[in-house]
């Protein structure tokens, strides 16, 4: 019913920056928290970030704080992650996800999946 398009993966050096975007085919829900996940090479699917329907709440995984930042604008129903200072160990495919009601927790239930885009992350 609602999709979600990523984009803005690549290849990149240690070091260099990337702006990921998620784009929505609809508005998913009248409250809804947006987040981003990654899932790199031989290794489960983890949450980067999640931002609050009202965008007012954000937060980051401590492994990409100060670095990563969401974001997002509710007229193009489109969140973003711009990372910044990225390492090897970021390297990993990047999916945006919509879940019903706000979050306090990393939990994986969302309601909506993107599909995904890759980030990798050279030394």
């Known amino acids: 019913q609602v999709q979600l398009v990523e984009s803005g993966g690549g290849y990149v050096q240690a070091g260099g920056s990337l702006r990921l975007s998620c784009a929505a085919s609809r508005w998913p829900f009248s409250t809804y928290t947006m987040g981003w996940f990654r899932q790199a090479p031989g290794k489960e699917r983890e949450f980067v970030a999640r931002?609050?329907?009202?965008?007012?709440?954000?937060y980051n995984v401590d492994s990409v704080k100060g670095r990563f930042t969401i974001s997002r604008d509710n007229a193009k129903i489109t969140v973003y992650l711009q990372m910044n200072s990225l390492k090897p160990e970021d390297t990993a495919v990047y999916y945006c996800?919509?879940?019903?009601?706000?979050?306090?927790?990393?939990?994986?239930?969302?309601?909506?999946w993107g599909q995904g885009t890759q980030v990798t992350v050279s030394s």
């Open positions: 996800a919509a879940r019903l009601g706000s979050s306090n927790s990393n939990s994986m239930e969302y309601n909506y």
């Open positions: 931002i609050s329907w009202s965008g007012a709440t954000t």
